[in-house]
T-cell receptor, first 117, second 113 residues
């Protein structure tokens, strides 16, 4: 069975500081990994995905994540936080894809990022 | 291109009442997902459709929940009767091959009183 653990339900950073959101996964097969962002009262928006190509994945809004198989981690980083980055971030894992889409995504519990001036 | 459209955005009902949620996926997306998101948690898959076929409904509580996607386009999720514990956000997502990215709607927030 697959699972995702996001360390830290709340993270607070200063504007301009490094953002680091932690994600560890468990999977018996090579995983597909995703980071989604959710702004208040909105649906989830894909930030980036790992699908067994390059281990360092670049996404939208300056975010990137590195797949580390030995650590079973897929941490999300951004060099300099903006106020607009304040949101809920979800890490997710999937065990594969069929012709119509990935099999179900298993989400972590989420990390709420606060950015203060 | 329009995104995934869900309605209503908010719904307040009394327990034991029925409720239905509607989802219109992105045009051309053959796969449709319904997720349940409880407060402070990540979404959990309820059911996945490929065209009009439900290919994964193992997490759908079938005693009170039902879903349909009759023409392989829009979909309806129903709860009858609703219980207090059903209060949550119900998210719909869609995707298409080979991109396989799930795009989410804004969700329906259900409050059961």
């Amino acid at each position: 069975a697959q699972s995702v653990t996001q360390l830290g339900s709340h993270v607070s950073v200063s504007e301009g500081a490094l953002v680091l959101l932690r994600c560890n996964y468990s999977s018996s097969v090579p995983p597909y990994l995703f980071w989604y962002v959710q702004y208040p009262n909105q649906g989830l928006q894909l930030l980036l995905k790992y699908t067994s190509a390059a281990t360092l994945v670049k996404g939208i809004n300056g975010f990137e994540a590195e797949f580390k198989k030995s650590e079973t981690s897929f941490h999300l980083t951004k060099p300099s936080a903006h106020m607009s980055d304040a949101a809920e971030y979800f890490c997710a894992v999937s065990d594969g894809a069929g012709n119509g889409g990935y099999n179900k995504l298993i989400f972590g519990a989420g990390t709420r990022l606060a950015v203060h001036p | 291109e329009a995104g995934v459209v869900q309605s209503p955005r908010y719904k307040i009902i009394e327990k034991k009442q029925p409720v239905a949620f509607w989802c219109n996926p992105i045009s051309g997306h053959n796969t449709l997902y319904w997720y349940l998101q409880n407060l402070g948690q990540g979404p959990e898959l309820l059911i996945r459709y490929e065209n009009e076929e439900a290919v994964d409904d193992s997490q759908l509580p079938k005693d009170r929940f039902s879903a349909e996607r009759l023409k392989g386009v829009d979909s309806t999720l129903k709860i009858q009767p609703a219980e207090l514990g059903d209060s949550a956000v119900y998210l719909c997502a869609s995707s298409r091959y080979p991109e396989n990215i799930q795009y989410f709607g804004a969700g329906t927030r259900l409050s059961v009183l």
